[in-house]
């Protein structure tokens, strides 16, 4: 393996685990409160995208890991398509 590459390698990214997406009017997010409750459009028992750059590179479950929570990962791309996903839309 290149140095390039390894040091590539160490890169940090952000990485998003996506509950679910909801549009809102406007009205109903400056109506939000301390305490509101926003439905969102997914089932409980439904996988949660995990996305860099806003593509899809798979998919899992939340679980708890102690205090916090975590993802389970249930699928999970090609290389190739993870490695596309780091160079933007």
Request: proline share 3%; charged share 20%; hydrophobic share 45%.
């Amino acid at each position: 393996m290149s140095n390039d590459f390894a040091r590539i390698r160490q890169l940090e990214v952000p990485l998003i685990v996506q509950i679910a997406v909801r549009p809102m009017a406007l009205s109903e997010v400056t109506a939000l409160t301390h305490g509101s409750i926003i439905e969102l459009p997914k089932q409980i028992e439904e996988e949660l995208d995990v996305l860099i750059n806003d593509t899809c590179i798979g998919a899992g479950r939340a679980v708890k890991v102690g205090e916090n929570f975590g993802v389970r990962m249930t699928r999970v791309g090609a290389a190739v398509e993870r490695i596309a996903a780091l160079g933007g839309n």
